[in-house]
T-cell receptor, first 111, second 113 residues
Framework: DAKTTQPPSMDCAEGRAANLPCNHS???????VYWYRQIHSQGPQYIIH???NNETNEMASLIITEDRKSSTLILPHATLRDTAVYYC????????????FGSGTRLSIRP | NAGVTQTPKFQVLKTGQSMTLQCAQD?????MYWYRQDPGMGLRLIYY???????DKGEVPNGYNVSRLNKREFSLRLESAAPSQTSVYFC????????????FGNGTRLTVT
């Protein structure tokens, strides 16, 4: 089962695009890449997910490399409210015990 | 639309006491989960219920029991609380297993003294 690797912390200036990388080199063909974020001590919030095509919604864009070994979450115009821990997870149609939340990336937005 | 509701929000227990954490979802989701999060760490799965009537162990099930009471409700019980169970507990639900996004509640902050 795939495990993901993320940088422990990043920062970004307010108004700029925040690009958060994730490596998932052992992802299997039927596993999706999911992104969640956790603001302060609240429950994690779903952001976006994808299989192999790039995806965009009102919150973010997800770029997945052609070999599916890595992906990037893009917050196009970061605001102070985007300060959070961001988790990249791979999961598919298998046991839910395989959903592994690592330590994530702590994103700080500078005013 | 409340989503996932957890009660209580805060709880302090003495070692050896028991308690039940309650979780309810109003999204008609089939799957429900219990996670714990220790300070500065990611979430670890305690138990999950893929569908009504089924429960399975996650990564850290020892010291806990669960009940999927009906499709809406999934409770977590600590029979004899220990200080090592001091943590924030999150309940989540999804439409169907690991193929669909998880929706989380806002957590129960438990301290065991």
């Amino acid at each position: 089962d795939a495990k993901t690797t993320q940088p422990p912390s990043m920062d970004c200036a307010e108004g700029r695009a925040a690009n958060l990388p994730c490596n998932h080199s052992t992802i299997s063909g039927n596993e999706y890449v999911y992104w969640y974020r956790q603001i302060h001590s609240q429950g994690p919030q779903y952001i976006i997910h994808g299989l192999k095509n790039n995806e965009t919604n009102e919150m973010a864009s997800l770029i997945i490399t052609e070999d599916r070994k890595s992906s990037t979450l893009i917050l196009p115009h970061a605001t102070l409210r985007d300060t959070a821990v961001y988790y990249c997870i791979s999961s598919g149609y298998s046991s839910a015990s395989k959903i592994i939340f690592g330590s994530g990336t702590r994103l700080s937005i500078r005013p | 639309n409340a989503g996932v509701t957890q009660t209580p929000k805060f709880q302090v227990l003495k070692t050896g006491q028991s308690m039940t954490l309650q979780c309810a979802q109003d999204m008609n989701h089939n799957s429900m989960y219990w996670y714990r999060q220790d300070p500065g760490m990611g979430l670890r799965l305690i138990y999950y219920s893929a569908s009504e009537g089924t429960t399975d162990k996650g990564e850290v099930p020892n010291g806990y029991n669960v009940s999927r009471l009906n499709k809406r409700e999934f409770s977590l019980r600590l029979e004899s609380a220990a200080p090592s169970q001091t943590s924030v507990y999150f309940c989540a639900s999804s439409v169907e297993g690991a193929y669909s996004p998880l929706h989380f509640g806002n957590g129960t902050r438990l301290t065991v003294t």
